[in-house]
C-alpha cells in the first residue's frame, strides 16, 4: 500500500491500516483506492444495528455462576466493529483511563485482521479480555462513543473480549519475554490489577519481579471480590501463569508486617512497589449495626468465590454468610451492592432488596448491572436509607426511612434528605452492607511511620514520579487513590512500573556519571 505523507490531522485520523506499523496518518490524502477500501468496512452504523452478545435468560443464569453473556463469534465481532465511525477525535479513546487505540483496533477486527488487533490491543492494556468483561463500558468508551445518540454506541467491550480470547485459542498470547535479563530486582506488594500490571512491563524490561500477597491465589479483588458470573476465575488464573511461566516470582499467604517485615522486602531489592488494594470496609453508623446477620459485603462476597472454587468455607456451611432462604437488604449502589444482590439471587434467598440513599440516576454502579440485577429479580428500593437495624441478638428486620433529594452540594450532587415521619420496616434476617472501602493503615501495619498518607488514609505520592516519601518505594491503584475501577488500576501499574524503571536507571548511571566527571 502507498503511505502518502503524514496528514495535516494532529494525531492522524485513525483509519489508515499504516499507522500502527509506521505511526504514519493519512486523511484527504489517502489514494482512492485505500479509501475505498477503508469505507467498505467502516462506518456501517447507519445500516447496522447495535447487537451485545448474546445474553442467557435470567430464569437459566441465576442456577450457576457461570457469565452471562456469551462472546461474539467472528462474523458478528467484525460486524459490529464495523460499526465505528473512525472520527478524527476518538472520545472513546480520549475518555478511557488506558486510552486505548480503540478506533484502531476495532478497524482491524472489521477487516478480519485479528492478530493485529490483538496486538494493537495488548500495547496499552495488560488484561484486556478482563477489561472488556467488567469495565463500566456504559460509563467511559462506549458512553463517550460520538453515534451513542441516535444510533447507538459501538459494543467496544464485547469485541475487546473477543480480541483477546481469539489471541489466547490461537496462541498470539505470550508470556514477557525480556529482550536481556537485568541484575536489579522489583518487589510488589499486592497481587491485585495494579501490581500484576507493573510487574509484566517491569518483566518485560528484565528486572527481576517478585509479587507479595496475603491472599493464597494471584488477582486481589478479580479473585475473590468479584463474583463468577462477571469473571470467570480461569480467566484471572491464566494471566497468573502467563507472569508466572514469564519469570515473575509469586510469594503468597504472606503478610506484609506479619510474616515478613516491610524493611526486609525493602533491603531485598532495588525497588518497592505498594499496590495493595483498598480493603477495609466503610461502616454505618445506626443503632444495631453490631447484630448477627449484619456483614460486610467483601465478606460476603468472598465466601461465596471462595465456595466456588472448592473451599471449604465454614462461615458459608453455617449459614452465617450464606443467603439461601433468607431475606436480604443490601446496603449500597455501587458495583459492590450489585454483585451481592446478584450472588445473594443464585444462593436461593427468599427475597433481596437493595436500599439505595438516592435514585436510580444517581447510582455510581453501571446500569447495566442495574438492569442484569431487576432482570434477575432483584427490588430496588431508591431514595431510602437505614435508620436502624431491628432485632435482640440476630437481625429480623432495617428500619428505613424515605429520602428527598435536596439542593446540591459543593461537589454537584444533592443532598439527600430524611422525609419525617416515612419510616417504615423491611422484614432482614441478612443484611449486606456495601458501602465502599477504605484503606487500612499501612504505615502501622508496615512498622513504617515514615510512610505519609493523606487525611483519607491513602498514599501519599509525588504524581510525577509515583514515589512516596520513601525513597525507592512507589505507590500505585486504590491505595493511592482509593477504591476505583480495574481499569485505573492498570492504567497505575503501568505508570509505576514506568517511574520505577527511570528511577532504577537513574540511580545506576549515577555512580558512572561521578566517575567519569572525577
Not at 445500516?47 to 442467557?56: F, H, L, S, V, Y
Not at 437459566?60 to 460499526?83: C, H, L, P
Not at 512500573?497 to 567519569?516: F, G, L, M, V, W
Request: charged share 25%; aromatic share 6%; proline share 5%.
Amino acid at each position: 500500500m502507498h503511505i502518502p505523507d503524514r496528514c495535516w490531522i494532529d494525531g492522524g485520523c485513525g483509519i489508515c491500516p499504516a499507522s500502527f506499523f509506521a505511526s504514519v496518518h493519512v486523511g484527504e490524502h489517502c489514494t482512492g483506492e485505500e479509501r475505498k477500501m477503508m469505507s467498505n468496512k467502516m462506518l456501517s452504523f447507519v445500516t447496522t444495528d447495535k447487537e451485545m452478545p448474546a445474553k442467557r435468560e435470567a430464569d437459566a443464569r441465576v442456577g450457576d455462576f457461570a457469565e452471562i453473556y456469551d462472546e461474539f463469534d467472528k462474523g458478528t465481532a467484525e460486524t459490529q466493529a464495523s460499526r465505528c465511525s473512525q472520527c478524527g477525535v476518538p472520545f472513546c479513546q480520549i475518555n478511557c483511563p488506558l486510552h486505548n487505540n480503540i478506533p484502531d483496533w476495532l478497524m482491524l477486527t472489521a477487516e478480519g485482521r485479528m492478530e493485529e488487533a490483538y496486538r494493537l490491543s495488548s500495547q496499552t492494556n495488560n488484561m484486556p479480555e478482563i477489561c472488556g468483561r467488567i469495565c463500566p463500558q456504559d460509563r467511559l468508551c462506549e458512553g463517550s462513543c460520538v453515534i451513542e445518540k441516535g444510533f447507538e454506541s459501538v459494543t467496544i467491550g464485547a469485541v475487546e473480549k473477543h480480541i483477546t480470547e481469539t489471541a489466547f485459542e490461537n496462541g498470539w498470547v505470550q508470556p514477557p519475554k525480556p529482550v536481556y535479563e537485568r541484575a536489579e530486582s522489583v518487589g510488589i506488594i499486592g497481587a491485585g490489577p495494579a501490581g500484576l500490571a507493573a510487574a509484566e512491563m517491569l518483566r518485560q524490561q528484565g528486572y527481576q519481579v517478585t509479587i507479595y500477597d496475603r491472599y493464597d491465589r494471584v488477582g486481589g479483588l478479580l479473585i475473590y471480590g468479584i463474583p463468577g458470573f462477571k469473571l470467570e476465575k480461569h480467566v484471572v488464573a491464566r494471566r497468573h501463569q502467563l507472569l508466572e511461566d514469564g519469570g515473575v516470582t509469586f510469594r503468597l499467604n504472606v503478610d506484609i508486617g506479619t510474616d515478613i517485615a516491610f524493611d526486609d522486602i525493602r533491603s531485598a531489592h532495588d525497588a518497592v512497589l505498594i499496590a495493595t488494594g483498598v480493603y477495609k470496609a466503610r461502616d454505618i453508623g445506626v443503632p444495631g449495626v453490631g447484630l448477627d446477620g449484619v456483614v460486610p459485603a467483601l465478606d460476603y462476597l468472598t465466601a461465596s468465590n471462595r465456595k466456588s472454587l472448592g473451599d471449604d468455607v465454614a462461615a458459608f456451611d453455617n449459614g452465617e454468610l450464606n443467603a439461601e432462604g433468607r431475606n436480604v437488604v443490601v446496603v449500597g449502589g455501587g458495583d459492590t451492592a450489585m454483585d451481592c444482590v446478584r450472588t445473594a439471587i443464585r444462593q436461593n434467598a427468599k427475597s433481596v432488596i437493595c436500599l439505595y440513599r438516592r435514585d436510580r440516576g444517581n447510582m455510581p454502579g453501571s446500569q447495566r448491572e442495574v438492569a442484569n440485577a431487576e432482570e434477575e429479580g432483584v427490588v430496588f428500593k431508591w431514595l431510602s436509607a437505614p435508620q436502624a437495624f431491628l432485632g435482640d441478638d440476630q437481625v429480623r428486620a432495617v428500619q428505613a426511612q424515605k429520602i428527598h433529594l435536596g439542593q446540591p452540594d459543593a461537589t454537584g450532587r444533592q443532598v439527600p434528605q430524611i422525609i419525617d415521619g416515612s419510616s417504615h420496616e423491611i422484614a432482614a434476617d441478612l443484611v449486606i452492607k456495601a458501602l465502599g472501602f477504605d484503606p487500612e493503615e499501612l504505615p502501622v501495619m508496615f512498622d513504617a511511620p515514615e510512610l505519609e498518607v493523606s487525611r483519607w488514609g491513602t498514599i501519599g505520592i509525588d504524581w510525577q514520579t509515583m514515589m512516596t516519601s520513601l525513597p525507592g518505594v512507589f505507590a500505585a491503584g486504590d491505595i493511592v487513590r482509593g477504591a476505583s475501577l480495574v481499569v485505573w488500576g492498570v492504567r497505575d501499574g503501568r505508570d509505576a512500573a514506568d517511574a520505577i524503571h527511570s528511577y532504577i536507571t537513574a540511580q545506576s548511571d549515577a555512580p558512572r556519571a561521578a566517575a567519569a566527571g572525577a
